[in-house]
T-cell receptor
């Protein structure tokens, strides 16, 4: 069965600092991988996705993620965080069944 | 291009009651999935509808049922509400398998509170 682990429940960074959010997945084959962002009380917005090919994928809002098969990881990065990036971030895996399996999320706080 | 819409935004119900939540998919999408997001948790898959049939289901009791209409919109019904059903219910739409496009786009959700 698919599963996703986001080891960090809460991360605090200063505005302008770099960011890396960790995601590890479990799936027997090459999965489809996603990062979503959720602002308080809102739905989920797709940041980026990995299906195949280039392991470094670019997304919206200046985010990127790197798929590392050997480490079963799909970490999200941003070189310089803005105050508006404060939100909760969810990593998700989609295997052959098409349903999304989400991690528990990482809450990002941005200090001015 | 309208995105995924859900109604109502908020809902308060009493234990034992029944509730119906509604979802209209993104224009051009034909598949609707429903997720439950409890406070502080990631979304959990409830079920998915395609061609007006439930195609797959997560680990939820039969109290949770759904429907998809010919225009691809969908309803989620929950019977005999329990306190533990309080959550944000998210609808996501996508194109069917085989289309080569597997992204799911989410609506803003319906916040259900059971008292």
């Amino acid at each position: 069965a698919q599963s996703v682990t986001q080891p960090d429940i809460h991360i605090t960074v200063s505005e302008g600092a770099s960011l890396e959010l960790r995601c590890n997945y479990s799936y027997g084959a090459t999965p489809y991988l996603f990062w979503y962002v959720q602002s308080p009380g809102q739905g989920l917005q797709l940041l980026l996705k990995y299906f195949s090919g280039d392991t470094l994928v670019q997304g919206i809002k200046g985010f990127e993620a790197e798929f590392k098969r050997s480490q079963s990881s799909f970490n999200l990065r941003k070189p310089s965080v803005h105050w508006s990036d404060a939100a909760e971030y969810f990593c998700a895996v989609q295997g052959g069944s098409e349903k999304l399996v989400f991690g528990k999320g990482t809450k990002l706080t941005v200090n001015p | 291009d309208a995105g995924v819409t859900q109604s109502p935004t908020h809902l308060i119900k009493t234990r034992g009651q029944q509730v119906t939540l509604r979802c209209s998919p993104k224009s051009g999408h034909d598949t609707v999935s429903w997720y439950q997001q409890a406070l502080g948790q990631g979304p959990q898959f409830i079920f998915q509808y395609y061609e007006e049939e439930e195609r797959q289901r997560g680990n939820f009791p039969d109290r949770f049922s759904g429907h998809q209409f010919p225009n691809y919109s969908s309803e989620l019904n929950v019977n005999a509400l329990l306190l533990g059903d309080s959550a944000l219910y998210l609808c996501a739409s996508s194109l069917a398998a085989g289309s080569g496009l597997y992204e799911q786009y989410f609506g803003p959700g319906t916040r259900l509170t059971v008292t």
